[in-house]
Each structure stands twice: as C-alpha cells, then as structure tokens.
C-alpha cells in the first residue's frame, strides 16, 4: 500500500477541522459584537456553494443486518473492535493515528479518541467567558451531549439560514454549518444516521458505491467519540466490504479506556427563540 497516501485523507480533514474551529469561533464574535445577521447568512451562501452536499441530512441505512466476523481483532487507543479481514499486511501506529492494511485490498485508519477536540465543550467554554448561554443559544436538544451537538450539525444546512432571520438564530446555524464540514459526503449521497450495539453516529459513503470507502463518527453511550475511516485500494474494482459488514464492525465496537466516565450531561434549560 502506498504510505504515503495512507495520510493524505488525514491531512485535509486537519485542514478542515482548523476551518470549522475559526470558522465557529468568528460565529461566536459576531454574536458578541452584535453584527447584523446578514453575514452568517452570506458565508453560508458562500460555503453553500463550495460545498453543495451540506444541503443534505443523513437518512436512515436500507440494510442494518449484521454480518458474522471472522477477520482480525484490532486494539488500539484503548479500544477494540473486528474487522471482516484477517490478514494484516502494514500497520502504522502515530501520535492520534493508527493506520492498518489488509492482504485483502481493504485499509482501515482509527483516531485516537482522546485526541480529538470536542467542538460543543470548546464552545461552551468560549461562551462562558463572554458571559453567554450555550444552552440558551442552541437549545437543550442539541447541548446534553457531545453527540447531541454533532447530529444536529448534520441535520443543518445552508438553505436554513435566511436573510432576515434573527443574528441569534443566523450564528447559531452557521456555526452548525461549520461543523458540518468535517461529516459531509465529498461525493454521492450516502449520508446516514447509524446504531448498533453501543454506538450511534454517523456513516459518511456506501460500501458498496466506488469509490468502497466508509467514513464513521460514532459515539457511545458515555460520549466519547470513535472515528473510524475503512477503505480500499485507490484503483480497486470491486467492494472490500458490505454494509452488513462495516454494520457488524460498529457493533463490535467497544471502549476500553476510562469507563467509569459519567455521559456528559449539563443541567437542563427552556431553548428560548429570539
């Protein structure tokens, strides 16, 4: 497997992830500033265009049947799950990247999930010391959890975001656009919203659709989150997996590190409209 390609996909979603944090935190200075709503309007527009499958939500999976697995058990990052493969041919472990190959064609690459920054508790720190609600902003749907955050994110998109709505509402949305980003199809529309086992989240592409790569942002019932990426040879011609297959590798999928750790939870509040 070309290694160097191995990193590619992580590169730009770095590249990505640093947008939508400065992008979010612009969001929270104009609340602040009490700019007039039409600008988060008009960077929607703008990210609108750019990115024209942020105007679709995930949708429930046809096939949610789990397959037997036989493949290798992989333990990385205080996790473990299996996988359908059983021949490992390359593995590389980075600081918050774990990246494995498969005799078979298929490559899998797992992120640490202590690595990663949870956008909703940046947020809400950075609202905090403005003297601003979370809460009150985003309303009690989309702020008990990390998870909560993300699928409402998902569930945004630029049409949503109109002139004449209020700066409130305008930011708010824009800063879900904004996360968004990172868990949007690039290409076709396989965008769903998955559960299996413990876990819940999102699959971003069709295992069965070139070019047979998945993307997974899962959350289990403590809310720590998995990313997990599982593909096939840039010049493959047939799929290395099936839908029952990635179904069955979520389902496998478990938490090992840290599982006394409560669900993140805030106290409850009225979502008020402006």
Not at 68 to 78: Q, R, S, T, V
């Amino acid at each position: 497997m070309d290694t160097s390609a191995e990193f590619s996909k992580p590169k730009k979603s770095w590249w990505r992830s640093a947008l939508r944090i400065a992008a979010c935190f612009l969001a929270v200075w104009l609340i602040s500033q009490e700019v007039i709503a039409f600008m988060p309007w008009y960077f929607a527009r703008q990210m609108g265009r750019d990115y024209p499958r942020l105007s679709m939500v995930p949708h429930a999976l046809n096939d949610t049947s789990v397959a037997p697995l036989n493949g290798a058990k992989i333990e990385k990052f205080g996790c473990s799950f299996q996988v359908p493969w059983a021949e490992i041919s390359n593995s590389r472990d980075a600081q918050t990247i774990a990246t494995l190959s498969f005799k078979s064609g298929a490559s899998l690459l797992l992120f640490d999930p202590a690595g990663g920054l949870k956008i909703s508790d940046a947020l809400r720190a950075s609202f905090a010391k403005k003297g601003m609600s979370f809460e009150r902003m985003f309303g009690r749907d989309a702020t008990q959890t990390n998870y909560d955050f993300v699928m409402a994110a998902a569930r945004t998109t630029p049409e949503q975001i109109h002139f004449f709505a209020s700066r409130y509402e305008n930011a708010r949305d824009f800063i879900f656009l904004t996360n968004k980003l990172d868990d949007s199809p690039t290409s076709g529309n396989a965008f769903y919203e998955i559960e299996q086992g413990e876990m819940r989240g999102l699959q971003i592409g069709d295992p069965a659709v070139a070019p047979f790569d998945v993307q997974l942002n899962l959350f289990d019932r403590q809310d720590r989150n998995f990313k997990l990426w599982l593909t096939a040879r840039k010049d493959a011609k047939t799929p290395v997996m099936t839908q029952a297959e990635v179904n069955a590798i979520v389902r496998s999928l478990h938490g090992t590190r840290d599982t006394d750790k409560p669900v993140s939870t805030h106290p409850e509040v009225s979502e008020v409209r402006y």
